[in-house]
């Protein structure tokens, strides 16, 4: 998993799933086997809940029919990989660059920090309460649809005409108004505990700033920046370290929203809004923004990769390092720097400072570009340099139009930005 | 062109036989007589019911699969606003008031409304607000080229709205179109609460008001508080666009939160604008096809008072996200909570109305029925929204827009349908296919089923709304693929309904006066109704007059 984040991207998708049967991910392998009390048979089944990938066999015929492209295909490969078939063949698709589909779902049912689970416990009341006035009520209707159907032959003129109870009113308004009041302090309970959690001295500050459909991701205190992918510690609950995310937005409004790990918190210009998580398991956990915030809200994906202790102290200290000035990437510097390129892009060590698009000093050392739409691979990254568009029709990025040569210089030159 | 046995000499149809057809137009484009001005407002309406449902199914044809290239991401946010702003403007409340502009007068047994100038006036700029809204299409942006819809999503956030991420005019004649509606809507709303305080026939005291009227009121008064903070919001927004102002431009110390309370304090209020009518129809076709008297008529009419009141409290549930703060969420969760008490006490209400009834299962009804149980669905997952923990996640997913649908189509346009089966008759003298009838009823209710029961899901499986495509590997494919081929089936029953409103003009079933053997003053005069209602003012001595006529014997105003 390591080496993942030290620079081999291509292998992320195989690699994960690997790790959690080699033993590498012992917390993933401990989940994935337990019994796992909090989700139910019901929920896994409809694909709520996250499982190990061997488990999603008895899906496959429904899933493979679902599938519309050739990525897809592969992925229905990687998927049957971790269930120990094909190993080699999904492998070969893995590399081949198009493993970004074997990622678990994002359903709310599978919750992975302090206040997801709340608001999961929470919400399994609710529900349970919704469904017993359903029943009852709907139960009632029913009954009284058939008990007093128009039947052949009903001889009275017109039933009898009944004008109210007060009595039974009276009960129909006071239950409702007791559970009301039931749910509502059960809700306060959690509104309160989760907004109003004291902060820890060990809590890792990131500040969150959400663009035009992309991240920015800025811990202040370890000097790092970075888009699109957020790295944040496995907090253990003896000794926490949650991640207090601090946010704002340079333009429109967005919401950052990763399900598993807890409630959307809005991405706001001009207010700044906080939100913390304390993932209990390490794992790549995917979102995205919740808030319409322009023509290309829908690729404005978020992947949250919740590191164990050694791992996220490693990858610090990776991110830390100036950008690299391989001799590879001479050609392609020049290029990016007498371009507009540098207007937009910061790349630490270059005159490359601009704000306004993602810090590309570690570039290669993420998984995917335009914000998750697309995995980092050079012939994505050539692509998307070439026209944005051809991923995101309606980024802000404009299409550079650079010639083949500077094209295929700034693109390897990028890749080398480990 | 059929001929009629009512003698009714100045209704459209017997006004086209002898008379071209521009002396038809003009009579209907100069008309006072709010008959016509509520027909008017309900073709209108059904017009843009067309439009903005061919808006949704172009959006469900998108997202069948995962990186659909169907449609642009331009082009789908422009239609997600589209469909949205009609919806809400251009088919709910034209629709809703046409039926009030057509029956309050009759139900109250009066002649005309209030301000009848005022009321083609209403409609007239209400419509002309449509139009302006669909002209964006050739015009929105303006000398910068091609023309665009708007794409700022139906609650149109700020800031983009702003000049800066929204260039060209298309936010302009998003913004005009809702103002003008906007006085229009204010303008019917004082006629129909002038009308009924002002206007009653004699005995028609308001503890003897039709429940259908009562909600009619309430609506107004919502309409008035809740239509003028959007509209000042609306002035505000050109404002910042063109005379230099900051008040939802954050660049310039403007607020994005402002724009939000500006407009969900209008916007919740709304959706009670919206589901009150609905109420109003089931609390006139329940009773009648039960045999029944409506069971606990004052705490009915108590019951959506503190509706109206309580709404105007709820708001901020649709920002429980934005980052408020403990206190207010808790604040209004608890306010949003309460109003599932009134409501509940309706639902019960009328299921004891069905108890002990003689129920016919008749066009009208059924659709009802189909309403009864998907507003109780919608409101159970109103509570389940209302809880602000749960809303943090499921608040902006397809689980929200599952919810509000189920409340907009399954309570509100199945209420529409039932009123236009049951009250046809009296708009037209013949009787809606009671055939095509049951085929739109079940297409419908099936496409609406499987389109909104599932939608819930991905919601729940975190896909939120307004995203133009999605990713394979989420699991939401098949979900989507449901939710789309109910689509399919909502378009024919549509269809079928629209067949069965221009055939059964010509070929219906001549209805007579009082088909369902009613008990409101509408079924009292012939059908359709002559230009003066009433030939003579009728005299009421209780809730259900026609009742005391056929039943002389044990007449209402006995009990009441």
């Known amino acids: ?418 | 062109m059929a001929t009629q046995t009512q003698s009714t000499p100045d209704t459209g149809r017997n006004a086209a036989l002898g008379r071209g057809v521009f002396d038809v137009l003009q009579e209907w484009i100069t008309t006072v007589d709010h008959k016509r001005i509520g027909l008017l407002y309900i073709g209108y309406a059904l017009v843009f019911l067309i439009v903005a449902g061919v808006e949704a199914i172009l959006m469900r044809i998108q997202l069948v699969v995962p990186h659909n290239t169907f449609v642009s991401p331009q082009v789908f946010n422009r239609l997600f606003t589209m469909h949205g702003t009609t919806m809400v403007f251009f088919v709910g409340m034209p629709i809703l008031f046409g039926f009030g502009n057509y029956l309050v007068p009759l139900m109250i047994g009066a002649r005309d409304m209030a301000f009848p100038r005022l009321n083609a006036f209403s409609f007239w700029i209400s419509a002309f607000g449509g139009v302006l809204l669909y002209f964006s299409y050739f015009a929105g942006s303006g000398l910068y080229g091609a023309g665009t819809a708007p794409d700022v999503g139906w609650f149109a956030y700020a800031p983009l709205t702003a000049r800066v991420f929204s260039p060209g005019h298309s936010t302009d004649y998003w913004t005009l179109s809702i103002f003008l509606s906007g006085i229009g809507s204010i303008g019917t709303a004082l006629n129909i609460v002038a009308t009924t305080l002002c206007m009653r026939c004699p005995g028609m005291k308001l503890s003897r008001l039709p429940l259908l009227v009562w909600l009619y009121v309430v609506t107004s008064f919502l309409v008035f508080v809740a239509v003028s903070p959007l509209t000042a919001a609306q002035i505000m927004l050109l404002v910042d666009r063109y005379l230099g102002g900051h008040f939802f431009d954050t660049q310039a110390g403007g607020s994005a939160v402002l724009w939000m309370h500006f407009f969900w304090i209008f916007g919740h209020p709304e959706v009670y604008v919206l589901v009150l009518p609905a109420f109003a129809f089931a609390n006139e076709i329940i009773p009648v096809f039960s045999r029944k008297a409506i069971f606990g008529y004052p705490a009915m009419v108590s019951a959506s008072v503190a509706i109206g009141f309580i709404s105007l409290s709820v708001w901020a549930h649709h920002m429980f996200t934005v980052g408020m703060g403990p206190g207010p969420n808790a604040f209004f969760t608890f306010a949003t909570m309460v109003i599932s008490v009134p409501t509940g006490i309706k639902i019960f209400n009328w299921l004891a109305t069905l108890w002990g009834g003689n129920i016919h299962f008749t066009t009208p009804m059924i659709f009802s029925i189909a309403f009864l149980f998907q507003f109780l669905i919608a409101g159970l997952t109103g509570i389940i929204l209302s809880v602000s923990p749960f809303d943090w996640q499921l608040g902006n997913s397809y689980f929200v827009v599952a919810h509000f649908h189920y409340v907009l189509v399954g309570a509100i346009l199945f209420m529409i349908f039932a009123a236009f089966y049951y009250w046809y008759p009296k708009f037209t003298g013949r009787m809606l296919s009671d055939t095509l009838g049951k085929w739109h009823f079940w297409l419908f209710l099936i496409g609406f089923h499987l389109t909104f029961d599932f939608m819930h899901v991905p919601g729940m499986l975190g896909m939120p709304r307004r995203i133009y495509t999605y990713e394979a590997d989420r699991g939401w494919t098949v979900w989507n693929v449901i939710v789309s081929s109910g689509a399919l089936f909502q378009a024919v029953a549509v269809a079928i309904f629209a067949y069965n409103l221009v055939v059964s003009y010509f070929k219906g079933e001549k209805s007579g006066p009082d088909p369902w053997d009613a008990w409101t003053l509408e079924w009292s005069t012939s059908s359709p109704p002559p230009s003066y209602n009433f030939a003579t003012i009728p005299t009421v001595e209780s809730r259900r007059p026609l009742w005391d006529l056929k039943h002389p014997e044990e007449p209402d105003s006995y009990y009441e």
């Open chain 1, 1 to 418: 998993m390591n080496s993942v984040r030290a620079g081999l991207p291509t292998s992320l998708g195989c690699s994960r799933n690997r790790a959690s049967s080699d033993g590498a991910y012992p917390e993933l392998d401990r989940r994935a086997n337990s019994s796992q009390p909090r989700q139910y048979a019901v929920a896994r089944w409809l694909g709520f809940a996250d499982e190990p990938f061997s488990s999603y066999g008895h899906k496959l015929p429904m899933r493979l029919a679902m599938l519309p492209s050739p990525e897809s295909a592969a992925a229905f490969a990687a998927i049957f990989d971790t269930a120990g078939s094909f190993g080699s063949r999904a492998q070969h698709f893995c590399l081949a660059g198009i493993a970004l589909f074997d990622q678990p779902s994002a359903s709310l049912f599978a919750p992975h920090t302090t206040p997801a689970r709340s608001i999961f416990d929470l919400s399994i009341l609710v529900m349970v309460i919704c469904g017993a006035i359903f029943v009852l009520v709907a139960g009632l209707l029913v009954f009284t649809l058939i008990r007093y159907r128009h039947r052949r032959g009903y001889t009275v003129r017109e039933p009898a005409q009944i004008y109210g109870s007060t009595q039974v009113e009276l009960s129909w308004t006071v239950i409702p108004i007791l559970i009301v009041v039931v749910l509502f302090l059960a809700t306060a309970r959690v509104i309160f505990v989760t907004e109003n959690a004291p902060k820890p001295a060990s809590a890792l500050d990131v500040v969150v700033i959400g663009h035009q459909y992309w991240w920015e991701f800025r811990y202040p205190k370890l000097g790092i920046v970075t888009a699109n992918e957020l790295h944040v510690p496995v907090s253990d609950p003896a000794q926490p370290t949650p991640t207090y995310l601090t946010m704002s937005s340079a333009d429109t409004d967005h919401s950052f929203w990763v399900p598993r790990l807890g409630g959307k918190m809005d991405v706001l210009p001009n207010k700044v809004n906080t939100l913390w998580l304390d993932p209990d398991t390490a794992g790549l956990y995917l979102g995205q923004c919740a808030q319409y915030c322009g023509t290309q809200h829908a690729k404005m994906l978020l992947r949250v990769y919740a590191d164990s202790p050694a791992a996220f102290a490693s990858w610090v200290a990776e991110q830390h390092k100036p950008a690299r000035q391989a001799p590879e990437g001479a050609e392609g510097r020049a290029v990016f720097q007498s371009n507009a390129c540098v207007n937009c892009h910061t790349i630490s060590g270059t005159s490359a400072a601009g704000r306004f698009g993602p810090d590309l000093s570690h570039v290669a050392s993420r998984t995917t570009i335009a914000s998750g739409a697309v995995r980092l691979n050079e012939e994505n990254l050539h692509a998307f340099i070439d026209d944005p568009a051809h991923f995101k029709p309606g980024a802000l990025m404009p299409a550079m139009h650079l010639n083949d040569h500077d094209l295929n210089a700034v693109t390897q030159y990028l890749m080398t930005l480990h």
